[in-house]
């Protein structure tokens, strides 16, 4: 493991000043009429102001990524809150105007057919795209959007309950839902749904909000729906609706057969005549649950030592983080839920987020997490903010292919050699049960969007197609409002519409990865990293196909990546 670190520093600021403090919209208006009034008069000067215009929303983003990220560590600290509030509130409405106009002024400059056209091609495909969808009265709907939005954090964050006399978050109860005491897993999951359920009348509310609000932004812009308005927004220039409904149609035909027919085999072995939901979890040879580490700081230093066996690259970007204290790892008590890892553009050194409690899932959090921020560190000294900003499908393959190539290297989390299969044959088998869940959120969300419905039909809903995606054999008799709100803990639904298909695709790209890692070897694993240096400079076929994949979710490429997950499935069996 490396003991020295060259610390990263950030760049010196050529257009920004460097005690810029963000604490009023006047402190960088100047900056924004600079870039609107200058003249350019040659494609060297378009070029310079293109970069300024970069360096300018590097700053920004970076500004407004701390915030975000202090107050989701902690919730109950109100001058966090307003101070992510006042970004939301007094800067991002007054940014959005700025940055149209400029836009407008780059598409329209006689000095852009000069440039060189591959080098921004895909840069100038989203910035026509944003002009042609932005529409001025969307700006103060955008900001109540937003805050909205976090109030679904707000809400999760003080969900908990009590076991045994102590307080637990629901992600740390989640955790007994392992044990091997089948009444006590049946108390702690009736506990946590309980708990839930307080607030399903107040997510639900919530929710009838935010989809009204999502609504009229997509009239305003002319669409018919804010799903149409959404596949704009989010440039998916690669795929239609109708492919995201060939890929349900195929995660339904190719894959919910093999999950139902694990869920069959775990309910064989533990006989039980009714599979209750308090029965996924556990061990069905009666073992304790995997235990990979013991606090952030064992999470961390394994996971290093992990990337570093992978490729030493990989170990030095976690190890740089940690030495900038770019991480926060733990779950407590008024830290929002979820796991995520934050991109700052200016530094070059992203951060990562998660709410960890000792579990097999947190291991895999990390690796995913880590897999994003190698992405970041590959791409950090790409020219342009725009070209280190990548599309979701892109940004998913890194991380969920680092979960599958960095497995051979468990070993360091585990010394058992049984306890290590486990992990493996887990993992696996959870990367198959990702996908009906990506589909059937995805496919909720085209219906939610595109039909006038009620709390209760959307409920109704998520049971149809449920019936059709999710799992066959568990016994929800007892527990049917569970069963209908189990869709209430998908965070993306409320915090990042749309933003869960891409999960699918990728999901798809890192078996297919994996397999070529496995068939080329470093090579494999060069193509990988090829294709991650790129960022959004090309198309995301042109990306998949750097690392020697296909971006392709039909029926048949499903099956062929599924038959080679069942054989190597086959070997730790």
């Known amino acids: 493991m490396q003991t020295t670190i060259a610390i990263p520093t950030r760049p010196k600021r050529k257009f920004v000043s460097e005690n810029l403090v963000i604490d009023s919209w006047g402190k960088i208006k100047s900056l924004f009429d600079n870039l609107v009034e200058r003249k350019i ?28 990220i202090k107050m989701n560590i902690d919730t109950t600290d109100k001058k966090l809150g307003e101070r992510f509030s006042f970004w939301i509130k007094e800067i991002a409405p007054k940014t959005a105007p700025y940055s149209h106009k400029l836009n407008l002024k780059l598409v329209e400059s006689p000095f852009l057919k000069d440039l060189e056209r591959e080098k921004y091609r895909i840069y100038l495909r989203s910035v026509n795209k944003k002009i042609e969808i932005f529409h001025e009265e969307n ?23 009590e076991v045994n006399g102590e307080k637990l978050t629901m992600q740390k109860a989640a955790q007994l839902l392992k044990s091997t005491d089948r009444v006590k897993r049946e108390e702690v999951y009736n506990k946590i749904n309980t708990r839930r359920l307080q607030d399903e009348k107040a997510l639900d509310d919530l929710f ?40 349900h149609d195929a995660i339904a035909q190719e894959i919910v057969p093999i999950i139902n027919s694990f869920e069959q085999k775990r309910k064989d072995k533990l006989g039980y005549t009714s599979y209750k939901p308090w029965d996924t979890a556990v061990d069905v040879d009666g073992l304790a649950p995997l ?7 064992q999470l961390t230093d394994l996971s290093v030592e992990c990337f570093n066996r992978l490729r030493p690259y990989f170990g030095e970007c976690l190890s740089t983080m940690k030495a900038m204290k770019h991480l926060d790892l733990e779950s407590k008590n008024g830290k929002a839920p979820g796991g995520f890892m934050y991109p700052l553009y200016e530094i070059g050194v992203p951060f990562i987020y998660m709410n960890a409690v000792g579990s097999q899932r947190d291991l895999v959090t990390m690796v995913h997490e880590g897999g994003h921020a190698v992405h970041s560190f590959l791409s950090r000294d790409l020219a342009m903010t725009e070209f280190k900003s990548t599309p979701s499908e ?4 890194a991380s969920m292919s680092m979960e599958l190539i960095s497995m051979d290297n468990w070993d360091v989390f585990y010394s058992d050699d049984k306890e290590l299969r486990r992990a493996k044959l887990e993992q696996l088998e959870k990367a198959l049960e990702t996908l009906p869940w990506v589909a059937s959120i995805d496919k909720f969300q085209h219906w939610i969007y595109t039909n006038k419905h009620t709390a209760q039909q959307r409920k109704e809903k998520w049971l149809e197609i449920s019936a059709k995606l999710g799992n066959q054999i568990i016994d929800w008799k007892g527990n049917e409002s569970v069963h209908a709100n189990l869709w209430q803990r998908q965070l993306h639904l409320y915090e990042v519409p749309f933003y869960y298909i891409e999960y699918g695709m990728a999901q798809l790209g890192a078996i297919a990865i994996w397999r070529s890692y496995k068939q080329l070897g470093e090579q494999g694993l060069d193509n990988y990293i090829a294709a991650l240096k ?10 998949y196909e750097t690392a020697g994949i296909k971006f392709d979710f039909s029926a048949d490429y499903v099956k062929e990546l599924v038959d080679f997950i069942k054989d190597e499935l086959s070997k730790l069996d």
Do not use: H
């Open 291 to 297: 235990k990979p580490f013991e606090g952030g700081t």
């Open 534 to 543: 790129l960022g959004y400079t090309k198309s995301i076929s042109e990306i």
């Open 139 to 161: 700006i103060p709907l955008f900001t109540t959007m937003e805050q909205k939005q976090q109030e679904y954090g707000a809400i999760s964050a003080k969900m908990s309950i």
């Open 394 to 397: 892109v940004a998913e393959l």
């Open 208 to 247: 009838d909000e935010l989809i009204a609000l999502r609504q009229q932004i997509a009239k305003n812009a002319g669409f018919d729906n804010y799903r149409d308005y959404m596949f704009a927004a989010m440039g998916r220039f690669d795929y239609t609706p109708k492919d995201c409904f060939n890929f």
């Open 41 to 68: 008069a040659s494609a060297t000067d378009l070029e310079q102001w293109m970069l300024d215009r970069s360096e300018l929303e590097a700053v920004l983003e970076e500004d407004m990524a701390w915030r975000y």
